[in-house]
């Protein structure tokens, strides 16, 4: 059991709090978050069909088969690192993300050794990477606040000091931010999430409306 903050209990907030809403889960392999709706490209006949993929799609293609706004939670745990072109993925996330919604997103940091261990890890991202995609930046279809950024450890890094990295988050190797939509409507705004987990491991910002 995890003493101290960490991603996957901010994970579980969300989904606590989205219950019974639609939550679509982004690359989510043969482990598909509860209650979720799954979207992947790789289908395994040795998994269970319910820890799978509901819409066997391939994410690196646009549009994806997904409506408008169809979306309350999207979780993007990750997966983003794999993904060829980051731009068209958090726009495309953004358009099927409803006003008021939220997205979890989670990435290693580039300064952890994981994040260019993996063959398949195609881009590297820093505490600061989604600033470009919050509200008033012209050049991208995605228009989110930054609404939050936390950064997390596993707890023995963050009994020898990883509490600091909230204090300097950009010199810290695991982060998580929240940024939100910018309102549709004067009564609704969207936002997303995103948090990172273990010791020096992830990056992850999370994302909601702006007035």
């Not at 731009?87 to 994981?114: A, D, M, N």
């Not at 279809?141 to 950009?170: E, H, Q, S, V």
Request: net charge positive.
């Amino acid at each position: 059991m995890r003493l101290f903050p960490n991603a996957r209990r901010v994970k579980f907030q969300l989904l606590t709090e989205f219950q019974g809403k639609r939550i679509l889960d982004v690359g989510c392999g043969n482990a598909k978050t509860p209650s979720a709706i799954g979207i992947e490209r790789r289908h395994r006949s040795d998994k269970p069909s319910d820890l799978q993929s509901d819409i066997d799609y391939d994410p690196t293609l646009f549009p994806w088969p997904i409506q408008d706004d169809a979306v309350d939670l999207v979780i993007c745990s990750h997966v983003l690192e794999h993904l060829p072109d980051t731009v068209k993925t958090l726009e495309e996330i953004s358009r099927i993300t409803r006003s008021g919604g939220k997205v979890f997103i989670e990435v290693p940091h580039y300064t952890w050794f994981e994040s260019f261990r993996h063959y398949e890890h195609i881009h590297q991202f820093s505490v600061q990477s989604f600033d470009y995609f919050t509200k008033g930046n012209p050049y991208y279809k995605t228009d989110f606040r930054l609404a939050d950024r936390r950064i997390f450890f596993d707890d023995l890094a963050y009994c020898m000091g990883g509490w600091l990295a909230n204090l300097f988050p950009a010199r810290m190797r695991s982060a998580s931010a929240s940024c939100s939509r910018r309102l549709r409507s004067a009564s609704s705004s969207k936002s997303t999430s995103r948090a990172s987990s273990r010791r020096m491991k992830s990056v992850a910002a999370p994302f909601t409306g702006a007035p």
